[in-house]
């Protein structure tokens, strides 16, 4: 486990370029590299890449590795195929989530990989779970991670690793040879945009980061602060804004994160009762009124009566609103209808909406 | 719960029902109305849907609300199944 203060191969890379760094489960981690909305617009107009060797990554291995894995997370592991990636999460006896993690199908081992913050209960997750022919290695310290993610990361792949690397599928991977040293890239970004990950030697990643560089000039460092109004914009998962009060995978909208069929699952019981009953509230897509971001946790009225909490809201510089994600009482968790955020007709209103908020330019490329 | 948002809710809850059911059939989904998210990406993450999903979809969608999408909403409307629903509410 990282002890106080670990920095990532890229720290002093990113500090040289003026990166302020916060303290996340002991890693120095860049918030901010230059200016928060310059590294939004990098990342939804041309290339922004961030420093993600913090992230978890841990490589399960033995002949029991696949069965722990579905025994632990809540999708299908046994019908992963290699090269892929599944994005799916691990939960407790109650259905909440408990950490989202990719697994990696690696041929003879899978690589588990998640955010940082949650390294620590999935590595606890897998460890109680754990049969005498598994083995499990925490490689985050000895495994640098860098991502590329914008409209104009399409090719850095192919510039950076060769041919190997061109035209990776979503969720798919490949071992390659980046500048003498076995790598891994995959294509797993979570902005919308089009995104890979870089998972290197921490001697070469300076001078990858460098080679992107170089070869993309139009790139730019991006900080982690960014990184939570990006993935609101497109509805793509946040354990860390979109849970608020431990809320289940199904109150969360994390349906396509669990195989239904799977006979067993940690959670699975409590999942399958919520589903023939219904989830009393669900995660839904808000706009509201005006400039002011609202708090977390504030309360959402229809009239006098409360009808949910906010999870998460923020400015959007490219829809110019402010926009946000809302646990609603079920009977009000639909779009298209009209809430406020105080028990008065004429407090400021909140709209709910369909999400991804809008189409963003990577996806209308990959449509052509 | 006033009188006019029941109304809408109710509208938009057949056409999210009506929806899932054409996503269902026409894609031959292993998956029940109550085990889809309506704002689950269909490609990429979430369903994980191909090209060949979103043209078999398209047209099933096309022919159960009797509508036509236009070649330039296509992007748009194909992202999930609420974004499947705002058109058709929006269409009617």
Known sequence: ?368 | MNAKMESVISRRKEVVRRTKEILIDSLNLDLQYEEICEDSALFGFGLGLDSIDALTLLVAVEDGFQIQVPDENIVDVLRSVNTIADFIVRDR
């Not at chain 1, 489960?25 to 590294?39: L, Y």
């Not at chain 1, 019981?269 to 609202?294: N, Y």
């Open chain 1, 1 to 368: 486990m990282a002890t106080e203060n670990t920095a990532s191969p890229l720290h002093e890379y990113f500090r040289s370029a003026g990166a302020k760094c916060e303290d996340v489960s002991g890693w120095q981690v860049p918030s901010v590299v230059t200016d928060e909305e310059c590294e939004y617009f990098s990342i939804r107009k041309g290339v922004g890449i961030s420093d993600l060797s913090d992230m978890a990554k841990i490589r399960i291995s033995g002949e029991g590795a696949k069965a722990l894995l579905d025994e632990v997370t809540s999708g299908n592991i046994d019908r992963l195929v290699e090269n892929n990636i599944r994005w799916t999460a691990i939960l407790d006896e109650r259905g909440r989530v408990v950490s989202d993690v990719q697994v990696y199908n690696d041929f003879d081992s899978y690589l588990i990989t998640c955010s940082g913050p949650q390294r620590a209960t999935t590595l606890r997750a897998l460890q109680r779970q754990r049969a005498d022919d598994v083995q499990i290695e925490d490689r985050t310290e000895t495994l640098a991670a860098l991502s590329v993610e914008g409209p104009l990361a399409l090719e850095i792949p192919e510039k950076i690793a060769g041919m190997d690397a061109a035209g990776l599928r979503l969720l798919a991977f490949t071992r390659l040879e980046i500048q003498g040293t076995e790598s891994i890239v995959s294509r797993i970004g979570y902005t919308g945009e089009f995104g890979y990950v870089f998972f290197v030697d921490p001697g070469v990643a300076v001078s990858i980061l460098d080679q992107i560089r170089r070869m993309v000039p139009e790139s730019r460092l991006c900080g982690r602060a960014v990184q939570a109004l990006l993935r609101l914009e497109v509805r793509a998962f946040d354990l860390e804004h979109h849970v608020v009060k431990g809320e289940t995978a199904l109150q969360a909208g994390l349906h396509w994160m669990i195989d239904f069929r799977k006979r067993r699952f940690i959670g699975r019981e409590s999942i399958m009762a919520e589903k023939s009953k219904g989830p009393p509230r669900r995660l839904v897509a808000l706009v509201f009124d005006g400039e002011t971001v609202v708090d977390r946790g504030a309360t959402i009225f229809d009239d006098e009566r409360e009808v949910g909490y906010v999870a998460q809201c923020a400015w959007s510089p490219t829809l110019q609103k402010t926009i946000g994600l809302a646990y609603l009482d079920d009977a009000y968790a639909w779009v298209g209808i009209e809430l406020r955020l105080t028990n008065s007709r004429y407090g400021p209103r909140a709209r709910t909406v369909s999400t991804p908020f809008f189409v963003t330019a990577s996806t209308r490329i990959a449509a052509q």
